[in-house]
């Protein structure tokens, strides 16, 4: 038999039946059974309250249980945080990089950090060779004359700071208050104050300037 003989004769059967749809039923609801016992998710679900404080430390824990993606949204704050339980030690390598950092984090921490050392406006740490020559980033800096120095910060500090001055060598090296504002210091160095005759020296030396709190 062809197949254009098969398909003729198959439709001509289904033009006997009626085109109707059929209603679907839901099935019916299982019935419980009274001589077992049953056990919802809900009873099996562990909850914050339902463990006791420290329980789960980092050696109850198996390698990779705890990951970001296992984490709700806020879930982990440093208010959550007991003192010292994340330190350099306990964290792998790689897991703290800048692309897993959220936006600002590392203004905010160098915010608390600065307002932590007595700062609002900024604290910087240097070094000059004893030719003037800045060896850090964030300032500029001048031999003047043998024994004085200009620093010029790279960003002015909104208040005027203080600076803290010490020689890198068999010398004395001080920044007079009165020669500090917002934008420069002079920095003056003298030979060793044991003689009744000190004298300017050239010497490297080492300074920290911050803003104090308004």
Not at 34 to 45: E, I, K, T
Not at 173 to 198: I, N
């Given at each position: 038999?062809?197949?254009?003989?098969?398909?003729?004769?198959?439709?001509?059967?289904?033009?006997?039946?009626?085109?109707?749809?059929?209603?679907?039923?839901?099935?019916?609801?299982?019935?419980?059974?009274?001589?077992?016992s049953?056990?919802?998710l809900?009873?099996?679900?562990?909850?914050?309250?339902?463990?006791?404080?420290?329980?789960?430390?980092?050696l109850?824990?198996?390698?990779?249980?705890?990951?970001?993606?296992?984490?709700?949204?806020?879930?982990v704050?440093?208010?959550?945080l007991?003192?010292?339980?994340v330190?350099?030690?306990?964290?792998?390598?790689?897991?703290?990089?800048?692309?897993?950092?959220?936006?600002?984090?590392?203004?905010?921490?160098?915010?608390?950090v600065?307002?932590?050392v007595?700062?609002?406006?900024?604290?910087?740490?240097?070094?000059?060779?004893?030719?003037?020559?800045?060896?850090?980033?964030?300032?500029?800096?001048?031999?003047?004359?043998?024994?004085?120095?200009?620093?010029?910060?790279d960003?002015?500090?909104?208040?005027?700071?203080?600076?803290?001055?010490?020689?890198?060598?068999?010398?004395?090296?001080?920044?007079?208050?009165?020669?500090?504002?917002?934008?420069?210091?002079?920095?003056?160095?003298?030979?060793?104050?044991?003689?009744?005759m000190?004298?300017?020296?050239?010497?490297?030396?080492?300074?920290?300037?911050?803003?104090?709190?308004?």
């Amino acid at each position: 038999m062809s197949l254009c003989v098969a398909l003729a004769a198959l439709t001509s059967q289904l033009s006997h039946f009626d085109a109707a749809y059929i209603s679907a039923e839901a099935p019916p609801l299982k019935a419980l059974s009274p001589q077992r016992s049953y056990v919802s998710l809900d009873n099996l679900a562990i909850y914050n309250d339902h463990i006791a404080e420290q329980a789960v430390g980092t050696l109850e824990l198996q390698d990779k249980s705890v990951t970001s993606a296992k984490l709700a949204d806020r879930s982990v704050l440093s208010t959550k945080l007991v003192d010292r339980s994340v330190t350099s030690q306990a964290l792998d390598t790689g897991a703290v990089t800048y692309e897993k950092l959220s936006s600002n984090l590392v203004t905010r921490l160098s915010d608390e950090v600065l307002h932590a050392v007595g700062s609002t406006s900024g604290a910087l740490l240097g070094q000059v060779s004893s030719s003037g020559v800045a060896l850090r980033p964030g300032y500029s800096a001048t031999r003047i004359s043998t024994g004085e120095y200009r620093i010029t910060f790279d960003e002015h500090f909104k208040t005027h700071p203080v600076v803290v001055v010490s020689a890198e060598a068999y010398a004395t090296c001080y920044c007079p208050t009165s020669q500090v504002t917002t934008q420069t210091v002079l920095v003056h160095c003298m030979s060793a104050l044991l003689t009744s005759m000190p004298n300017f020296f050239d010497t490297a030396f080492s300074f920290y300037a911050a803003a104090t709190v308004a």
